[in-house]
């Protein structure tokens, strides 16, 4: 009888923990659904991930960013891919790779106060951050912030001229301590991971960011940023935001997609 009684016991287990995993991807599902359901029209999210190749717990956070720009594509929802450097010293030279990303990292370490940087880690208007790939938190995250409002408003008009873009900005309601911050975006990649954690891996990657440039908000001066050498109007995208330097609070978000601009 104790024999049976165990099975049967065991039987329940196996039970409940299916039920418990069928519950959850159900719960992010309609989490993910909620995104779509729910958003205040002046409402946005800016989601900077801070990822790495060299990383093995990063590909299901890469993996999740793909899953919710595809799927909010009508939703003010901007998604940065900061790739950092201090990986790449464990074997894999991660081709995105920044140094300026890593010190944006700590910045927010700073601003949060944490007491260090990890990958992946992500941060949604610069006020609450999480495990990158946490579906459930990310998402409630992305979805706290676009139900609330701001007063503040930005516009941005890009146009490329040879190697570099020129861009104009105008800022509504702008406080005290407020800088611009233009990130350029190339909105899908891939790299065959030879060496490292992820080695044998081949990684697709989606919003990464390529350039980052900072400049007071408020002051109406075209901003130039140098394209790389791989751009291409097809594929790229520019997100401006407008963010504050004591705090790392995002107020206003915007983007550029150069399929429509000169």
Request: net charge negative; with cysteine; aromatic share 8%.
């Amino acid at each position: 009888m104790r024999l049976v009684s165990v099975f049967f016991f065991s039987v329940a287990l196996i039970g409940m923990f299916i039920a418990m995993v069928a519950f959850s991807d159900l719960r992010n599902e309609k989490v993910i659904k909620h995104l779509q359901t729910t958003t205040d029209s002046r409402g946005f999210a800016v989601v900077e991930l801070f990822t790495s190749e060299g990383c093995s717990s990063c590909p299901p956070a890469d993996e999740l960013m793909g899953k919710i720009e595809k799927g909010n594509k009508n939703e003010s929802i901007y998604i940065l891919a900061y790739h950092v450097d201090y990986w790449d010293r464990q074997g894999w030279k991660d081709k995105f790779s920044d140094h300026a990303y890593s010190q944006r990292q700590e910045a927010y370490a700073n601003w949060l106060n944490l007491s260090g940087v990890y990958t992946p880690q992500l941060v949604v208007n610069g006020t609450n951050e999480y495990i990158g790939s946490d579906e459930h938190s990310v998402v409630g995250g992305i979805a706290d912030a676009l139900n609330q409002k701001s007063a503040t408003t930005l516009t941005l008009h890009s146009v490329k001229d040879g190697g570099k873009l020129t861009i104009s900005h105008e800022e509504t309601e702008v406080k005290k301590n407020t800088k611009l911050l233009l990130a350029l975006v190339q909105k899908d990649g891939e790299s065959n991971v030879r060496a490292g954690e992820n080695a044998g891996r081949k990684l697709s990657h989606v919003q990464i960011v390529r350039a980052l440039k900072e400049v007071p908000a408020g002051d109406k001066k075209e901003v130039t940023l140098e394209l790389p050498a791989d751009f291409a109007t097809n594929g790229w995208e520019l997100i401006g935001f407008l963010q504050n330097s004591s705090n790392g609070h995002i107020i206003a978000a915007t983007k550029v997609d150069f399929q429509t601009n000169n």
